[in-house]
């Protein structure tokens, strides 16, 4: 037990006011250090309960004040041996770009490629195997002003506009041929993905009026947009940057038989982007741990996942018993656990989220997250919340100091749900020690005062 006297605090505070009155800090008595102890006091045996929850759903595109608007898209699916099946598929829009486009009689299409560069920080697990991506047209529209979740899905025409197998290249740059000012010529763009499409369902473009192709209601009651799904099963998801510049659906074409020329399509921040991302836990190993409603326990296990997948729910019921003493700092650990049969290449989550769950459909951001001020260019909550993996780390460490002298005022919730940070972009994953863990448990340090 470590101990600080009131004495000492004291003297402390005097010395730092004999500073601005004299430049001899012997001004201060030594009997001051004499008196009465503050004791500072440790647990680390307060009760936690937790579960592992599923998800009811990610809004996965929404405009106006509370806009949901993300660039990197999960694209797989994912055969997990720990989390079982994840599968993503990509829905987007396509209109013309800033600049308007005029076809005339003599054009000529010869390609059109969908171009969508790689997020390698997002991919997450073995990606180093041939992946399968299939191209449909879609026959169903998205409203840009409806709000669309991850179990939305949308109609496609039967035909298959490309099957494309690859193994993704994140680091060689590509040199492609690029007809500029009437000329060709070698142009070297980072990596992406590059996918020849069937060109039998864009001739017509060449053939509408300007007006209907430039203005982007008609075009898009006309052309919905593309579906991309895996046709592979891998064991880890892909991510593509589909709001990024270079992400297009790029028409080559001539005109007068010999000019070469090109035009992209292009996805703006008005059209929806929609991603369809379901989970599937039937017989994987995680299948047992996951909480039915109304269920809280202690696990041994604790599952957390990104994208639309599982949660860890934390009570700590008895925290009206802590009443009367002031705490210092209040710390979870977790420890993170390698289960059987699991796949080196699975990384942890490099950040966990922590809420108050105020009620089932409603929750907080907890104080600590902001303590002290986040770094806003980087979000990084990490300084002081901590919650964060870094090579080598055996445990997550959290601060809930600020929420939980809260909760023993009564002045929240017993409940606290962790999530994967920015968890619509993010597939990773991890397991931990649950509160009733024999080998690994989760527990909650708390240093204190009585008063």
Not at 32 to 60: H, P, Y
Request: overall charge negative; proline content about 4%.
């Amino acid at each position: 037990m470590k101990k600080l006297t009131k004495s000492a605090l004291l003297v402390l505070s005097l010395s730092i006011a004999a500073l601005f009155s004299c430049n001899d800090p012997t001004v201060i008595g030594s009997d001051l250090l004499s008196g009465d102890q503050l004791d500072i006091e440790f647990t680390d045996t307060v009760t936690l309960k937790a579960r592992t929850v599923l998800n009811d759903s990610m809004v996965v595109w929404r405009t106006g004040t509370n806009s949901v608007l993300f660039s990197n898209f999960a694209f797989g699916d994912f055969q997990d041996p720990v989390f079982g099946r994840t599968v993503a598929s990509i829905y987007a829009q396509f209109v013309t770009n800033t600049s308007p486009v005029v076809f005339d009689s003599t054009s000529v299409l010869d390609s059109v490629v969908l171009i969508i560069p790689y997020n390698s920080t997002l991919a997450y697990g073995n990606v180093a195997a041939p992946f399968t991506m299939e191209v449909y047209e879609m026959s169903e529209s998205m409203v840009a002003t409806e709000t669309y979740i991850n179990f939305d899905s949308f109609a496609v025409k039967p035909m298959l506009l490309a099957a494309h197998t690859f193994t993704p290249n994140f680091k060689d740059s590509i040199t492609v041929l690029e007809p500029t000012a009437d000329t060709v010529r070698s142009v070297k763009q980072p990596a992406h993905l590059r996918i020849k499409l069937d060109t039998a369902i864009f001739h017509n473009f060449l053939e509408l009026d300007s007006a209907i192709i430039n203005n982007d209601t008609s075009f898009l009651s006309l052309f919905k947009g593309l579906c991309l799904k895996p046709g592979s099963q891998n064991a880890g998801l892909l991510n593509f940057n589909m709001r990024s510049t270079q992400s297009n659906l790029r028409f080559y074409y001539r005109e007068e038989g010999t000019k070469k020329k090109s035009y992209d399509f292009h996805s703006f921040v008005g059209n929806p982007i929609v991603l369809h991302q379901r989970n599937y836990y039937g017989g994987a190993t995680i299948a047992p741990y996951i909480s039915q409603i109304g269920e809280m326990h202690n696990d041994s296990f604790l599952f957390i996942q990104g994208l639309n997948g599982v949660n860890i729910e934390l009570e700590i019921p008895y925290a009206e018993d802590l009443k009367g003493i002031i705490i210092n700092k209040a710390e979870l650990v977790f420890p993170i656990v390698t289960m059987p049969g699991d796949n080196a290449a699975n990384a942890p989550v490099a950040q966990l989220y922590a809420s108050e769950i105020v009620t089932d459909d409603s929750s907080f951001v907890i104080d600590d997250i902001f303590l002290p001020i986040r770094n806003l260019s980087t979000d990084d909550y990490g300084a002081y919340f901590g919650g964060k993996a870094t090579s080598g780390d055996e445990f997550y460490k959290m601060a809930i100091t600020a929420h939980l002298q809260k909760m023993i005022a009564g002045n929240t919730t017993k409940k606290i749900r962790f999530t994967v940070y920015f968890r619509s972009e993010r597939a990773a994953r991890v397991v931990l020690g649950g509160p009733s863990s024999y080998e690994f448990p989760a527990k909650l340090n708390i240093s204190y005062t009585r008063y």
